[in-house]
């Protein structure tokens, strides 16, 4: 017994023995009370040698690294959204976009806030990156869309707010050419309803994001800052950026694009750009010219642009001193107007033809039958 715990340089007590006869005597404290002898440095088995750091780290802990690290590549590559729900709201909003070109606002709001809805779901649970900025895209174009309705329909503070709303979703995806889309498509509103300087710096900023590349953006872009500058009375400025937006949209092939599509821009579309601006510059005849080409290539369902190309040849008129056509053009083009369009922006369009007649024959018959017309209630016109 004492040669083993010698060996072990231990006691009996250590090795679980009782210890021997010797190790009872009077004088030597029990056991229990006897300080632990120094143990050497070496293991308790001279036979094993000593194990390395890494070897005395328990594996549990092992485990739990390996398994964070796979969590957080679980995390990373899956989402709840898959490629093929997102081919189906990308089909869901194509179509959607065609609808838009030719259908009233108020039930297109509906529609397009169904298809937020469902992207909202989706964008709510945490995705992959790649998933994220397409969905964010998506919020992007249907903000755009609600915005761009709720305009037509006259409430003004709702539309800035979804004009606002698109360009968040844009700025997050990334995506620099929606990027310049939704904020050329954010001027119309200052254009329309001023302030006509805030349609400057909309369409300017997209400019600036295309980078001067072919793009119907880009064409877009430019062509919205010419109008803006030319119904702000800038003639140079006006004539310049429509000379670059002509350049940009021969270079872009956009021409050959024909189908309908909220987020192209098509030559019809270039060429209304164009006639509100060649309008405020008073470039009558060439103005008439682009409306005439622009009319002959709308398909026959379609949407408000042809009322507000006529519009725009009323106002040649007016400029021209044509009072009674002028008139006459405003009236007959407002009450051909879908009732379902004709909303408040078509309205201050007709109204915009009275108010750029000379003072002293606004108060002609012709000027009242037309103010007339526009105070009449919807079901009496």
């Known amino acids: 017994m004492d040669l083993l715990c010698e060996f072990y340089a231990s006691t009996a007590q250590d090795l679980g023995l009782r210890g021997s006869s010797q190790s009872s005597s009077p004088d030597e404290p029990p056991a229990e009370e006897r300080a632990p ?167 300017r900023e997209a400019r600036i994001l295309c980078r001067n590349r072919p793009t119907p953006t880009a064409a877009f872009a430019s062509a919205a800052e010419a109008r803006a500058l030319a119904k702000l009375g800038h003639a140079e400025g006006a004539e310049a950026a429509l000379r670059q937006a002509t350049e940009i949209f021969e270079r872009s092939h956009a021409r050959a694009d024909t189908g309908n599509d909220a987020f192209a821009f098509p030559e019809r579309r270039f060429l209304l750009y164009m006639s509100g601006t060649l309008t405020a510059l008073r470039r009558t005849v060439e103005a008439r010219r682009v409306q005439e080409s622009a009319l002959a290539l709308y398909p026959e369902k379609t949407g408000i642009d042809p009322a507000l190309l006529h519009f725009e040849a009323a106002l040649c008129l007016a400029h021209e001193h044509s009072t009674e056509e002028a008139c006459q053009l405003a009236a007959a083009t407002f009450l051909r107007t879908d009732p379902a369009h004709r909303t408040p922006i078509v309205e201050e369009r007709a109204r915009e033809v009275v108010e750029v007649l000379p003072p002293r024959v606004r108060g002609s018959r012709v000027a009242r039958e037309l103010r007339d017309i526009l105070a009449l209630p919807p079901g009496q016109m």
């Open 37 to 203: 002898a120094r143990r050497p440095q070496q293991a308790l088995t001279p036979a094993v040698a000593p194990r390395r750091a890494a070897d005395t780290v328990p594996l549990s802990f092992e485990q739990q690294i390996d398994a964070a690290r796979r969590s957080v590549d679980r995390t990373l590559a899956v989402g709840t959204v898959t490629p093929t729900q997102l081919d189906l709201l990308d089909e869901q909003l194509l179509w959607a976009r065609e609808q838009y070109v030719y259908t009233p606002p108020a039930p297109m709001i509906e529609i397009l806030l169904g298809h937020l809805s469902e992207v909202e779901d989706m964008a709510a649970h945490r995705q992959p990156a790649a998933v994220q900025v397409r969905l964010s895209e998506l919020t992007a174009m249907i903000a755009t869309l609600i915005a761009d309705a709720l305009m037509k329909l006259g409430h003004l503070r709702r539309a800035q707010s979804w004009y606002a709303t698109a360009r968040n979703a844009a700025d997050d995806s990334g995506n620099t050419e929606l990027r310049a889309r939704v904020r050329a498509q954010a001027a119309m509103l200052p254009y329309h309803y001023g302030p006509i300087e805030a349609a400057v710096t909309l369409s």
